[in-house]
DNA sequence: GATCTGCATTGACGCTCATCAAGCAAGCTC
DNA sequence: GAGCTTGCTTGATGAGCGTCAATGCAGATC
């Protein structure tokens, strides 16, 4: 299981105040590469659950980087439909589709209080001229996102309830891991309604389906605690789906 | 409706000898640049119906541009699941997931034959140093794919058979009209079976979709070929997912 | 023209998951 | 602690779409 959805190179959060190169940009920097870097990424800012960070239709100025807590993306339609497109976690980015039109395609939530780094993009775009790395690095970020969508697509298009929750546990115990964390022991940090919005499902599936796996003795559920007791029986559910244990 | 699937600004595709930067790069760049453009982009490539472009894990080395014809791309799951992920007509861009992991991510099979150019990454990430517009315009092509993925992912977790297959046949009229085809009377490229993939659904749903449409007066369906009587009504089935009708 | 093959249509049936509804637990406020 | 709110679980029911199967149509091949 590759991790498709953590796009971050050096990952260390280990730190309380790292600064954002070592959360979300490639190493092989030079020291002068480096200042100017720190030039340009401006203080972080905090959002308490519940904030949004930015919303669709806003215009778009710059990338966010988280550094703490969680996030969900959602496009919603005009009846109020909802489509959560991704959770996100420390390292990774957001508002990668507001560059095409200078205006957020998403919003983007705090699920419990986080912070993030901003980056303005249009420096870091004049930036990346004079550091070919870093263009490589944010072309490499916008293609992983676009890798991570059609795994989702793949997901949403081809499987089952039990297959979709399976690799949904299955991504999160995996990036939670490549982070330092327990990988078969972690706290949801969305509620059922949210994770049914990411799957395709209704929350009662959701929640359902969280009970046959508890039944079967391959989880372990108390509200949003999770264990995972068996994950090579998850693994077996999505086996085939290589493409798809990576939506995040 | 906006035309989030042909990320492509200046568009003619009048000509028979137009060179790449007219199909799908901006204008805007003078006479030095336009040769520097030149040099880069190579000699356009044939492709019968049913060969591959590339296939997923290939090593990634171009992007490529249709200049005639039509391209399906897909991810396939190891147990033989395959999910449609795009179609891709003149003017627009395929291979960008395959920057990430310099491995291509997916498969692109020509659906008839057809004709495309190669873009040498590298070489027009180097050249995009040298020309911030084309950098820039880079970027918002990426921002632009990350964007449809994220519609279309609101079409497979949220939205009817029927919904999808109206957003489905709305987005192809609209991007075909944007080429200076006529909008309500078209040939599918595709199979039931390849927009089924794409839509979430089974060929046989698209079918029996398809027939109702026709019993109700909406569309008029001989076999590919595709006329839309009361594309209002089609509108009107997706209004409200305003997101979702640029599905391609 | 006869046959073959691939694709599409249509019907019958059944499974999955959405829907509706009731009840429960935990965390608030007062 | 009573009462409220919010989120989760669980059951009953049914709609929507998948599955299986039969048939039909069109183009390719000979």
Redesign the interface.
Known sequence: MNDLSS?LHSLKVTCSNCSLRELCLPVGLNRDEMAQLDAVIRQSRRFKRGEYLFRSGEGFRSLYAVRTGYFKTC???????E?V?GFHMSGELMG??????NTH??DAIALEDSEVCELPFSRM??L??DI?SL??H??????????R??????L???MKAEERLAAFLLNLSQRLASRGFAANDFILRMSREEIG????LKLETVSRTLSKFQQQGWIRVDHKHIQLVRPEELKALV??????NSAG
Request: aromatic share 6%; glycine share 12%.
């Open positions: 796009p496009v919603s339609s005009q009846d109020g439909r489509q497109t990668l589709d507001g560059i095409s039109s395609g998403c775009e004049s990346g001229r070919p263009q490589h944010f072309f490499r970020l916008m293609s992983r996102e676009i890798v969508d059609q795994s989702v697509m793949l949403l298009g081809n919005s990411f799957l395709g086996a085939g789906c290589s493409q798809a």
